[in-house]
């Protein structure tokens, strides 16, 4: 074992770069322990695009990064500036995916203070050698560590060279993992914020019936708590006992199904209220290749739970159908009337116009929409996007 890191800190260098692979937050734990085993000073692990010679060097995008022990004023310059200035950056044909090495491999140590790199961005900082290298690359972007010290200090040597061979192998497995968490964590917000615009709930329960996500209308449904609700476990129930076994039934199927232990589609029911229409509800299995055998845990959808108000119109503008069917503002009005349930009479009324006008807009909509009926005009607009607009209900 190096003379530089024993077993144990190496093992505790592993630990971090997997800590970090699910925390961000740990990165800098890891990039202080690996400065101290290899004699470091600033030290960062970050974005680098070939293309452009430019990095990030902070994790707040998208990206991967982390830095210590550096003054914020000089990395501030080296995004703005000196990064195209980096002659280390420059020698594309060593730095290699998976390869160790050290600054004087990729620029002669001896002429580094004679370029600007050297002599404007390292000298000032009392640094000169490096360590590192580029731990994955996918086309011209590249996460890359790097390590360096001051000149007082001597060049990075086998040693150094060594622990770093070691560590790139679980930081390529961990930066991968941490960059596929950020997509997975982008559609998932993308996802989740076009659920809460659905005009109807939609609750993803685990195999055990406790509600793991729910839409903002399925929120506002529960709020309310008139014939639907979770109990304290967070399960579904319904206001009436034969309704409520019912439902349970269903979701007991469902989950059976998502889990390899049947074969029920699901079903659908009503759901009584007090003071209002029924709630239509709909259950059925989530199938996932990719989560069998975590089910069990609690913590994978196994069912969706779609429950609908018939008193609570889905809502559009009349400025999105206008936008989205090539309608003038007189028709969008008359379209979203229509979607409200109103009569041609009343929206004459309402606006102030001849029965005869409200007639000759609704055969202009038709036309515009391909509509052979006044109906289908609600039909294409209630399964277009025109329903997916922010929702008015409190969540």
């Not at 060049?155 to 497995?173: D, Q, S, V």
């Amino acid at each position: 074992m190096s003379k530089v890191a024993s077993a144990d800190e190496l093992s505790d260098l592993i630990g971090l770069v997997y800590e970090a692979a699910l925390d961000p937050s740990r990165w800098n734990a890891f990039l202080e322990g690996f400065a101290r085993a290899v004699g470091g000073r600033g030290t960062a692990l970050f974005m680098h695009d070939f293309a452009s010679s430019e990095s990030v060097v902070d994790g707040s995008g998208p990206g991967l990064g982390a830095v210590v022990n550096f003054d914020p004023a000089y990395m501030q310059s080296l995004v703005e500036h000196y990064d195209r200035k980096n002659v280390w950056a420059q020698n594309e044909a060593t730095l290699q995916e998976g390869v160790a090495v050290t600054s004087d491999m990729l620029y002669p140590d001896r002429k580094l203070l004679a370029t600007e790199w050297g002599s404007d961005w390292l000298r000032p900082q009392d640094l000169k050698f490096a360590l590192g290298g580029i731990i994955l690359r996918r086309g011209s972007l590249a996460v890359k560590l790097s390590s360096l010290r001051a000149p007082s200090q001597g060049a990075f040597g086998e040693e150094e060279l060594r622990l770093c061979r070691r560590l790139i192998p679980h930081l390529r497995r961990a930066s991968a993992m941490h960059l596929r968490m950020h997509q997975l964590t982008g559609l998932r917000d993308a996802a989740i914020e076009q659920m809460d615009a659905l005009p109807f709930g939609v609750l993803f329960l685990a195999a055990g019936g406790a509600a793991l996500h729910m839409n903002a209308f399925a929120r506002y449904l529960v709020a309310r708590r008139n014939g639907f609700s979770l109990d304290a476990q967070g399960r579904c129930q319904l206001g009436l006992r034969s309704e409520d076994a019912r439902l349970k039934r269903l979701i007991h199927l469902a989950a059976d199904t998502s889990t390899g232990r049947g074969a029920n589609a699901g079903g659908s029911m009503r759901a009584t209220r007090s003071g209002a229409a029924p709630l239509l509800i709909s259950v059925a299995p989530v199938r996932s290749a990719h989560a069998r055998g975590v089910y069990e845990l609690g913590i994978t959808p196994a069912v969706l739970l779609l429950v609908s108000d018939p008193v609570s119109a889905p809502r559009t503008t009349a400025d999105t159908v206008a936008a989205l069917y090539g309608l003038t503002p007189a028709e969008a009005e008359l379209t979203v009337a229509l979607i409200r349930g109103d009569q041609l009479d009343e929206h004459a009324q309402r606006r102030g116009v001849a029965r005869a006008t409200v007639v000759s807009h609704v055969k202009s909509v038709m036309h515009k929409m391909g509509a052979r009926r006044q109906a289908d005009i609600v039909r294409i607009v209630l399964s277009g996007p025109a329903v997916l607009t922010p929702p008015e209900w409190p969540v």
